[in-house]
């Protein structure tokens, strides 16, 4: 399965907010829906920092504006 | 391997941008870089309107402001 853990990067440190991860929507300004694959949701305030799918990784951060 | 093919939708069409991306990066505003398993770069104006990591798809839109 090619799902991705998800990470909030705050002041350098990385919070995992939601695992195995298939779906990202976004919703709204700076908004993003993420479901994963037990059909667990959360939502993620922030933009995308980067994302690694081989590594299974998405990175968000806060908006700084 | 846990890549994803990039698509533009277009006017309610998918328009493939590039094949087994692995790492997307914002690159300024509503630009990307994307890159793939084989090296290849390509950047897409516009934001991301679903991702589905299981079925290896990221559609980019472009942007309506």
Redesign the interface.
């Known amino acids: 399965?090619?799902?991705?853990d998800v990470y909030l990067v705050k002041e350098g440190q990385e919070q995992l907010i939601i695992e195995s991860?298939?779906?990202?929507?976004?919703e709204g300004d700076s908004t993003w829906r993420l479901v994963n694959?037990f059909g667990d949701q959360k939502t993620v305030k922030g933009?995308?920092?980067?994302?690694?799918?081989?590594n299974?990784k998405i990175l968000f951060e806060l908006q700084a504006d």
Chains 1, 2 share one sequence.
Do not use: S
């Not at 399965?1 to 991705?4: H, K, L, Q, R, T």
């Not at 991860?21 to 976004?26: E, F, K, L, R, S």
């Open positions: 399965m090619c799902e991705a991860v298939d779906i990202v929507t976004p694959i933009r995308i920092k980067e994302m690694n799918l081989v299974h």
